[in-house]
């Protein structure tokens, strides 16, 4: 079983930034593509960003492209979301996932893995 744990979630104002990590708690982390998803109160859980296994290939929703980075650590064992420039509309909670497979994916049906999640509310 994998356990995926999030962490580094908070508060900040429009424009802040904050880095989330995900500490994946098997060695198969560098055998799955990852990803990151959110849900706002009262919306559906949307996807946020995707990485391959080897790091090489990553996706994101063009909601975040330009201002998130997903990012990968194969000696921890830790996926990470870098977050700038953050508006309100960021306001959600934070997942992280483990996919299928090796390539990055937008489907959340695609993931077999899922963490508890982490916090983020951006005040403007």
């Known amino acids: 079983q994998v356990q995926l744990v999030e962490s580094g979630g908070g508060f900040v104002h429009s424009g802040g930034s904050l880095r989330l990590s995900c500490a994946a708690s098997r060695p198969t982390f560098s055998t799955y593509a990852m990803g990151w998803f959110r849900r706002a109160p009262g919306k559906e859980r949307e996807f946020v960003a995707s990485i391959s296994r080897n790091g090489l290939d990553t996706i994101y929703a063009d909601s975040v492209k330009g201002r998130f980075t997903i990012s990968r650590d194969y000696v921890t064992n830790t996926l990470r979301l870098q977050m700038n420039d953050l508006e309100p509309e960021d306001t959600a909670a934070y997942y992280c996932?483990?996919?299928?497979?090796?390539?990055?994916?937008?489907?959340?049906?695609?993931?077999?893995?899922w963490g508890q999640g982490t916090q983020v509310t951006v005040s403007s």
């Open positions: 996932a483990q996919a299928y497979g090796s390539l990055p994916k937008r489907e959340d049906y695609n993931y077999a893995y």
